[in-house]
């Protein structure tokens, strides 16, 4: 990466520059360089910086220097905390993004709906929205290094877009630890295969199995009939079965001790011990990780974003040469093009393509500002996105292949072998587990690789929320060991109620409400304040201060017009396709359920405009109303270095080659 030293005559760039709100020669000079000469998140520092000036060149200038600017970022990075290296980056983002979704949402919805005919428009809306949004996200927080939070001084009237950010990740790490805390119980079962059968191949008393237990291995035909017809229970009466694979009652029973269902407000129907125990030593995991931001966790996922591959690769191989492997494929690859007209088809891969990379939840962008100003971010955005894509088709390849062996082991047809969300991951995976040769190493393997799936994702959805606080509290950054316990035990003690016996539906309720409608209403608002309001040419000088050049031009119209277009017919169609929920498709949520599901929707959703009426209420007051749509005079590069040599171009006190000629956006320059 480029260091740009400003009494060096070898900048790499030249012209002149006439941006940035600098403006030599006014008498605020003194009072603007003092400003801008630092990052946007410490201004005020520096109370001596106004003291002791002398003249030169025609401009107030301090006796030490041009600028109170240090000649490096160093102390800023000191403060801020940075990357130990590009590799950090790259690992952190591609934790983030390939997460416990790839595993289990993606392969069901992929063979729910049409198989490779999901794969088309997956693809599809990962080229036109998927690819820009990823660059967009991440050039935008390397460029101005704040938190989702703070960016938004560059459209202050979409500042509640951020907001929605912060809340959308915060409920979603509050649930997310649950689903690890299932891998850490499933991790402790997997060990007692070593001497016997595995506890779910079994229909085992110890752990609570029923007379409606059966194992596939001993399924009557008459059985295999009716096994695969849905649960009967109080709702459902006809058309249904009381029998349940020993799989699937190790997880209820055992696992979750599940209750009837939601009934009473406030009815959690009692804890089991264990469940809560995995919970508080996931977030003390969690919390070890992160305890010092980006400099511990950069180092943690050397490690946690790398064994999940090598634990799929080998998976992989094993899985395709089971017997009736081809048949898994056959049902995951091949199309149903009929399906590519059917509508909810394309919202449901839109849905998992921004699940799956995490657009709009502030991560990105969080993991950005921790990078060097000029590190070449588009490649890094095209490399992170792409592998996620990668990633997602191999774990449907290592899924299916093995549901297509236990299919034929069984003698049940795939399509009523593979269950959708975690009923994937953690009643139909373990019992294919089960089938294989040592299946208590691949268990441990398995659900090791869940958990740190689980804990790459997590690290971003907390440091989301921790990084706001830093940013407009720089004093916080002196006590983040306090600060980070304080947010893993907040998160520990909300997320209690998704580990008591009715904690799956409550999961249900946050995974569906929470994390749906929200998070595609808040992606919209935020690609339309940066391409609309803030603008896309001045966000393309932007990127091209940090990398050289713009963006190419197919990258622009996908920012401007494709991206607005398609998440405005995703969300209509979403709303217009909505159907109530229920747990399993058979245990119906009370009407109360529904409403506080709502609120979560709104709690986020509505701080879009909230944030808007209050900001524009604000620069009312200051006579100024038609700034809440212009950066602030707080929004500008990061970079101290980068702010520095701006302001001694702008006031000729630069070099005669200088350096930052063609950056001209009129955006800033208005200030």
């Known amino acids: 990466m480029p260091s740009y030293q400003v009494n060096d005559d070898t900048y790499g760039r030249s012209g002149s520059y006439n941006n940035y709100g600098y403006g030599g020669g006014s008498d605020n000079t003194v009072m603007m360089k003092d400003r801008y000469d630092r990052p946007p998140a410490y201004n005020g520092r520096d109370s001596n910086s106004g003291t002791n000036r002398k003249r030169e060149n025609g401009h107030s200038r301090s006796k030490s220097s041009v600028v109170q600017a240090p000649l490096s970022t160093d102390s800023e990075e000191y403060e801020r905390g940075h990357w130990g290296s590009k590799a950090e980056f790259i690992l952190s983002c591609i934790g983030y993004s390939v997460g416990i979704g790839n595993v289990w949402r993606f392969p069901y919805l992929a063979y729910q709906n049409g198989g490779g005919a999901f794969l088309v428009p997956y693809f599809i809306l990962l080229l036109l929205v998927g690819k820009p949004m990823y660059y967009m996200e991440t050039a935008l927080g390397q460029f101005a290094r704040l938190s989702p939070l703070q960016i938004w001084r560059c459209a202050p009237i979409a500042t509640g877009v951020g907001v929605g950010m912060i809340i959308l990740s915060t409920i979603v790490a509050i649930y997310y630890n649950v689903i690890m805390a299932y891998s850490i119980i499933y991790v402790g079962a997997s060990f007692r295969g070593i001497s016997e059968d595995l506890p779910w191949s079994y229909c085992g008393e110890w752990w609570g199995a029923d007379e409606n237990c059966v194992t596939r291995s001993n399924l009557t035909e008459e059985q295999k009939l009716t096994i695969v017809l849905p649960r009967c229970n109080a709702y459902r009466t006809e058309n249904c079965s009381s029998l349940q694979s020993?799989?699937?009652?190790?997880?209820?029973?055992?696992?979750?001790?599940?209750?009837?269902?939601?009934?009473?407000?406030?009815?959690?129907?009692g804890f089991k011990y264990d469940l809560p125990m995995a919970l508080a030593l996931s977030w003390v995991v969690v919390f070890l990780c992160l305890m010092k931001g980006v400099k511990s966790s950069g180092k943690v996922v050397y490690f946690t974003a790398t064994f999940p591959y090598l634990v799929l690769i080998a998976l992989l191989v094993r899985g395709v040469t089971l017997p009736g492997a081809t048949e898994g494929l056959y049902y995951l690859f091949v199309p149903e093009w009929s399906r590519l007209l059917d509508p909810i088809v394309w919202r449901k891969a839109a849905e998992q393509m921004f699940f799956s990379l995490g657009l709009s939840w502030g991560g990105l962008i969080m993991f950005g500002s921790y990078n060097k100003f000029h590190n070449k971010i588009h490649i890094d955005a095209a490399i992170v996105s792409s592998l996620d894509?990668?990633?997602?088709?191999?774990?449907?390849?290592?899924?299916?292949?093995?549901?297509?062996?236990?299919?034929?082991?069984?003698?049940?047809?795939?399509?009523?072998?593979?269950?959708?969300?975690?009923?994937?991951?953690?009643?139909?995976?373990?019992?294919?587990?089960?089938?294989?040769?040592?299946?208590?190493?691949?268990?441990i393997l398995f659900f090791l690789m869940l958990f740190f799936l689980g804990l790459d994702s997590e690290f971003a959805l907390l440091e989301t929320s921790l990084t706001a606080l830093y940013d407009g509290f720089p004093a916080l950054r002196k006590h983040k060991v306090k600060m980070t316990a304080l947010g893993c035990i907040s998160c520990f003690l909300l997320g209690l109620p998704c580990v008591s016996s009715?904690?799956?539906?409550?999961?249900?309720?946050?995974?569906?409400?929470?994390?749906?409608?929200?998070?595609?209403?808040?992606?919209?608002?935020?690609?339309?304040?940066?391409?609309?309001?803030?603008g896309y040419k001045n966000f393309s000088k932007d990127i091209a201060l940090m990398i050289g050049s713009e963006p190419m031009m197919l990258t622009k119209i996908c920012w401007v017009a494709l991206c607005p277009i398609i998440l405005i017919v995703i969300l209509g169609m979403a709303l217009y396709f909505w159907e109530q929920p229920t747990y399993s498709g058979t245990i119906p949520y009370p009407e109360w359920a529904h409403w506080i599901g709502w609120g979560l929707v709104g709690l986020s959703a509505v701080q879009v405009p909230l944030w808007a009426a209050i900001m524009s209420m604000v620069y009312c007051c200051k006579r100024k109303v038609s700034k809440v749509a212009s950066p602030s005079k707080l929004w500008g590069p990061g970079d101290a270095?980068?702010?520095?040599?701006?302001?001694?171009?702008?006031?000729?006190?630069?070099?005669?080659?200088?350096?930052?000629?063609?950056?001209?956006?009129?955006?800033?320059?208005?200030?």
Not at 246 to 264: A, D, M, N, R, V
Not at 392 to 411: A, P, R
């Open 246 to 269: 020993s799989p699937e009652q190790f997880w209820e029973k055992y696992i979750l001790g599940i209750g009837p269902g939601l009934t009473e407000f406030g009815d959690l129907n």
């Open 389 to 443: 894509f990668i990633t997602s088709i191999i774990s449907s390849c290592v899924v299916f292949s093995v549901l297509g062996y236990l299919s034929q082991q069984t003698g049940i047809d795939i399509k009523d072998v593979a269950k959708g969300g975690q009923g994937l991951a953690f009643v139909a995976y373990p019992e294919a587990l089960a089938s294989l040769p040592l299946p208590w190493l691949w268990s």
């Open 502 to 534: 009715n904690g799956q539906y409550v999961l249900d309720l946050m995974d569906t409400y929470g994390a749906g409608f929200a998070v595609l209403w808040i992606a919209l608002w935020e690609v339309v304040a940066i391409m609309w309001i803030y």
């Open 641 to 671: 270095q980068v702010r520095k040599a701006i302001f001694e171009e702008q006031n000729g006190i630069a070099p005669r080659k200088q350096v930052y000629g063609g950056y001209d956006n009129q955006a800033i320059s208005a200030y």
